[in-house]
């Protein structure tokens, strides 16, 4: 089975989340999409591990009232002991599954900044991503650079279209008392 594992904090999810896993499954070939709630991004502040329980059940929520999608809310990092590097949760999910083929779903806005990521040649040489534009990124660009570090790297751009929302905005109008019922998932 082939299989995109999106993972982050997704907080929330919402209607450019779904969006990806819609075009993973429907025009990229992928049989299903693992979405992995993170704990806690090792490059970022701001999200508590803490919250990772909560964020889980809204995802499984939110992913129950698309009944359609072939998407799994996988807890596989709830499961596991900090840091929670990608490598970590990649190599765990193929020893959980030998016979599927994982690919990583990652943003352009991380692609910029991949090389900080523990063994970031190992994910994009045994694992592959699969990119997703991001405003402000240059996917293409970043994406080149990192093929001339290695040519067997495996790195897929998205052709899809952008819908510009993001958890932080979401957040940012829920704090003002703002209704963003139709951003979420």
């Not at 991004?41 to 990772?52: H, M, Q, T, V």
């Not at 009232?65 to 765990?92: C, N, S």
């Amino acid at each position: 089975m082939k299989i995109a594992v999106y993972s982050g904090s997704f907080n929330p999810l919402h209607i450019g989340h779904l969006a990806i896993m819609e075009h993973l499954t429907l025009h990229m070939d992928f049989d299903m999409v693992y979405l992995v709630v993170s704990p806690k991004n090792p490059l970022k502040d701001g999200i508590l591990a803490e919250s990772a329980i909560a964020r889980y059940e809204a995802a499984c929520e939110a992913v129950g009232r698309h009944p359609g999608l072939r998407v799994k809310v996988d807890p596989i990092e709830l499961e596991m002991e900090p840091p929670y590097y990608t490598i970590r949760t990649l190599d765990a999910l193929s020893g959980r599954e030998p016979s599927s083929g994982f690919t990583l779903v990652i943003g352009g806005d991380q692609l910029a900044n991949f090389r900080r990521w523990k063994d970031y040649d190992r994910i994009l040489r045994d694992y592959g991503i699969v990119v997703f534009p991001r405003e402000g990124f240059d996917s293409a660009a970043d994406a080149q650079s990192l093929l001339e570090e290695d040519s067997s790297y495996k790195i897929e751009i998205a052709g899809f279209e952008r819908v510009d929302v993001s958890s932080t905005q979401i957040r940012e109008m829920l704090s003002r008392g703002e209704d963003a019922g139709t951003l979420l998932m």
